[in-house]
């Protein structure tokens, strides 16, 4: 649990994340994700409860937890004043580790986040991809058994995100566990063998991506985009005890008969090429169990 005052950020949350998994955080904002991750962390303590990081207790050994974890913070702190080669030397001098470890480490985890052929360039002109990747080769540098995320690929391009997701693949399989926060539902998807969606400082669900989508939507989602309003009446009437849900340029259908229901909807004066159907995914959960208003 975590509270500032009367104002309770985090709600007296359980969880267990396996070694060597990846385990992920979902939720609006405001929702308690980045101060679990900051308990997490040891950056934050907590204002009641049990944490345990490494089977160590967060509020008495967390000098021990930080020296085996890795964070990769949500904002970019490299350092601009220096090239990228000297963010992870300085860096390593945190840990105590000898410049004879810390120059071949440095030298390795730049090519493994594909950034040798940059060593010498100062941070400004790298772009928002390479920062995140620097980040993460920044965090390996006292060689983690956890390695923290908060929310690793925003505002990057699909191909840097995918490459980040690579790169975090080979880390999992290289026995690091993985603790993340992101706003994508497809990089939970890819990335997380358990993950929890939180609203308002609580867990409301927990389970792998598949355990959710099967427990929470639909096997099938029908979308029909912008239909005339005089087939308001006949769009309604196909509900045949299916969720329902009417947006403002959108109709969708959730169904485990996806054909079926596409057939009916086929039946009415649609454009074709307006109307979809698709699997269901775990953005239907998270949206079905937060809702679609805006949280600032």
Same mark, same amino acid.
């Given at each position: ?45 907590? !204002? ?105 690929? !925003? ?26 926060? !992101? ?114």
């Amino acid at each position: 649990m975590k509270t500032y005052g009367d104002f309770e950020a985090v709600r007296g949350i359980d969880f267990t994340a396996a070694e060597r998994s990846c385990f992920g955080f979902l939720g609006p904002n405001g929702a308690g994700k980045t101060t679990t991750m900051r308990m997490i962390s040891c950056s934050l303590p907590p !204002t009641a409860g049990t944490l345990d990081v490494l089977g160590m207790p967060v509020r008495e050994r967390p000098r021990e937890i930080k020296a085996r974890m890795g964070v990769v913070p949500q904002e970019n702190n490299l350092d601009e004043e220096v090239s990228v080669i000297e963010n992870l030397l300085i860096y390593a001098r945190y840990f105590g580790i000898r410049p004879r470890t810390a120059d071949p480490r440095a030298t390795e985890l730049l090519e493994f986040v594909q950034l040798s052929d940059k060593r010498d360039w100062k941070i400004p002109r790298l772009s928002g991809g390479m920062k995140r990747r620097l980040l993460i080769a920044r965090a390996l540098m006292n060689e983690p058994e956890i390695l923290i995320l908060d929310e690793p690929t !925003t505002g990057l391009d699909p191909q840097a995100r995918h490459l980040v997701w690579e790169k975090l693949r080979q880390l999992k399989r290289g026995g690091v566990t993985l603790i993340l926060t !992101t706003h994508y539902m497809e990089e939970a998807a890819q990335l997380c063998d358990r993950l929890v969606i939180m609203h308002e400082g609580r867990i409301l669900v927990e389970g792998s991506p598949r355990e959710l989508v099967a427990a929470h939507t639909s096997r099938q989602v029908v979308e029909v985009f912008e239909p005339p309003d005089e087939l308001t009446s006949a769009l309604a009437s196909l509900e045949d005890g299916a969720r329902v849900e009417r947006l403002a340029d959108r109709w969708l259908f959730y169904t485990n008969d996806g054909d079926a229901t596409l057939g009916k909807v086929r039946t009415l004066s649609i454009d074709p090429g307006s109307v979809w159907l698709r699997g269901g995914t775990l953005e239907d959960v998270f949206l079905a169990l937060t809702g679609r208003r805006l949280v600032e």
